[in-house]
């Protein structure tokens, strides 16, 4: 009995400790509360502005407030340029420029290059007919002050040559053209292809050319006036002659041509045994009586 009084007397004490404890820490932690910062008043520039939002967020819808008032025109601006040439077709001075009623850029130019083209005669002579193993030699003239007449007549035709004349317009720069197939002419220029007109200098042009096989062959002789047009150089074709020249085959040229083409047989079934014929022939012969 006593021992459960010591007990309880124990426990009471005890708590009666803890709540002193308790007290005194409560007491230590508090501490004075920081003074309230009083906010600065407002701005009267703020004040107004805030004061005007809300009539200004209701006036849309016409609801409150006046309507905004767009602005008006000036009516001492000058009205705006038309678009220039030079822009119709692309911006940033990339367009192309027109030509004369819409026409096709540089086809201005091209007219004034034609235009500057003059008259002139010329007389081109080439054989008619002529041998396989013979060269014969084909001549053009070109003239702005003779006749086609008197050009012809410079040209000394033989009786198996044929001459013609023309008139055209040409440039001061002209370019004439020999061709014929490979395998019918070997052509050689004698004078140079692009020459000078001048008004009291004529110009000729010569070929030489050489029948490679017998028949109808074909020559094509092109005359081209070289022109400048926006800065780039270009040919127009003033005139073409087409030519046929009958090439007749000789004996010898034909002798030739079957020794060009089958000189390996020859070599074997000819030349051969006929060398080995006459060194047979050296050996059986009898040796030379010394002096």
């Known amino acids: 009995m006593r021992t459960s009084i010591r007990h309880c007397a124990s426990v009471i004490g005890l708590a009666l400790g803890l709540a002193l404890l308790g007290a005194c820490g409560e007491k230590k932690e508090e501490a004075p509360a920081p003074a309230p910062v009083e906010a600065a008043p407002p701005a009267p520039e703020a004040s107004a502005a805030a004061a005007k939002a809300p009539d200004e967020a209701a006036s849309p819808g016409g609801l409150t407030g006046s309507a905004p008032t767009r602005p008006r025109p000036s009516r001492d601006l000058p009205p705006p340029p038309p678009p220039s040439d030079s822009a119709i077709g692309g911006g940033g001075g990339g367009g192309t420029t027109r030509g004369p009623a819409g026409g096709a850029p540089g086809a201005d130019a091209a007219d004034q290059a034609l235009a500057k083209l003059e008259n002139a005669n010329l007389a081109f002579r080439a054989p008619a007919q002529m041998r396989q193993d013979q060269s014969a030699t084909?001549?053009?003239?070109?003239?702005?002050?003779?006749?086609?007449?008197a050009l012809e007549r410079e040209l000394a035709a033989a009786?198996?040559?044929?001459?013609?004349?023309?008139?055209?317009?040409?440039?001061?720069?002209?370019?004439?053209?020999?061709?014929?197939?490979?395998?019918?002419?070997?052509?050689?220029?004698?004078?140079?292809?692009?020459?000078?007109?001048?008004?009291?200098?004529?110009?000729?042009?010569?070929?030489?050319?050489?029948?490679?096989?017998?028949?109808?062959?074909?020559?094509?002789?092109?005359?081209?006036?070289?022109?400048?047009?926006?800065?780039?150089?270009?040919?127009?074709?003033?005139?073409?002659?087409?030519?046929?020249?009958?090439?007749?085959?000789?004996?010898?040229?034909?002798?030739?041509?079957?020794?060009?083409?089958?000189?390996?047989?020859?070599?074997?079934?000819?030349?051969?045994?006929?060398?080995?014929?006459?060194?047979?022939?050296?050996?059986?012969?009898?040796?030379?009586?010394?002096?």
């Open 138 to 149: 084909v001549e053009l003239h070109l003239s702005l002050r003779q006749e086609v007449a």
């Open 159 to 291: 009786p198996t040559d044929r001459v013609e004349g023309a008139q055209v317009r040409v440039s001061r720069r002209v370019e004439a053209l020999l061709t014929a197939s490979r395998s019918d002419f070997e052509i050689t220029p004698i004078s140079a292809t692009e020459q000078l007109l001048g008004s009291a200098d004529d110009v000729s042009w010569s070929w030489e050319i050489k029948p490679l096989d017998g028949g109808t062959k074909s020559l094509h002789l092109t005359l081209n006036s070289i022109l400048v047009v926006d800065g780039a150089t270009t040919r127009r074709t003033v005139r073409s002659f087409d030519k046929e020249i009958r090439v007749e085959v000789s004996s010898l040229a034909v002798a030739r041509a079957f020794v060009a083409k089958n000189w390996q047989w020859l070599w074997a079934t000819l030349l051969v045994p006929l060398a080995g014929w006459i060194w047979r022939r050296l050996r059986k012969a009898p040796p030379n009586a010394q002096a």
